[in-house]
């Protein structure tokens, strides 16, 4: 009799868990997106000889629009109105620049001098301390080995900031001269690469939404940075005139640094009041008068920022303290000084293009200043 086979015992199939599409899909942009940044990070950082200049150039361009566009009023050609413009800008920023040259080789050549005096100043307020470290450093000294006889010093000559200077002068020169021949091919080209723009949109509302959008973008940069040109101006010259009442030499000279240096948010405004510091330290013998010189620059740069430049530009533009600092190192270490010069001007018209940018919008919102934000709702 055949007895009955029993039946395989089931393994029961544990069924996959499929991740949705959706998910997979926002994964992968999430990637794709860090790798950009990271492809676009590595390319500025690789090829800032090229686009440090393209960058200066298209901001310089935004900046003197409103001028040629005033100057084409006079029924001159687009071409003509630009040439005009630059040659004027140029012939004026040369002037100043012929001006404040040799004050600034002066100070370039004594800067060491200045250094080694402030240094001085600095010691004799802390002579037990610099005594104390004195005694430690010859007890180490001592406490070596090898070092009861003469130790001969190896003096080598080092080359100094003015002969660095000159050295890169040509360089410099050449990158001048790229800027403006970009500058004068922007401004003369006027609106062809919008009419690119809208050739390449396919539907007539779609036009309309690209013509719309560009001008808003191109109006409000050229606003915001004549705005802070004139801002960061009016900075300089104060402080040309609090640095001629209080008796410092060459006072045009710090007003011009303290104007240019202002395009970077805190960072420039810190190494202006240090310099001056300095100045006041290696100038006067009274130590009122030597802090009175940073201390009037300060006060200068509080007003100009927590009053003035708010209630000119507005909270709309208002950014992040934070995203700024983040910027500003992110683009100092790809680009060194000129990076960040032009940081400021560039977070603030790509925060702009990101509000006229529906999927930028997040982007808008992050970078503002949500202190001011908040200030708002509150008032509101």
Known sequence: MNEAKPAPAMIPLVPRVHRPVHARLGTITHMLVVLTLIAVLATCYLAREVLAPIVLALLLSLLLSPVVGAVERL????????ALVVLSVVAIAFAGIAALAQPARDWVAKAPSAIHSVQTRLASWHGPMDEARRVTESLERLAQPGTDGPTAVVVRDRPSVLSGIVSSTPRALEGIAVVILLVFFCLSSGDNFLRRLVEIAPTMTEKRTVVSIARDVEREISRYLVTI????????????????????PNALLWGALAAVLNFAPYVGAAITGITLGAVGFATFDSLAHALAVPGAFFTLAFIEGQLVTPTVIGRRLALNPVVVFVWLLIWGWLWGIVGVLLAGPMLACFRIVCQHTEALRPVYVLIGDVRLDDDKARGD
Do not use: E
Not at 75 to 82: D, E, I, K, Q
């Open 75 to 82: 029924r001159l050609p687009r071409a003509l109105c630009s």
């Open 229 to 248: 040109t004139m801002i960061n101006l009016g900075l300089g010259a104060a402080t040309a005139v609090a640095a001629a009442l209080l008796g410092v």
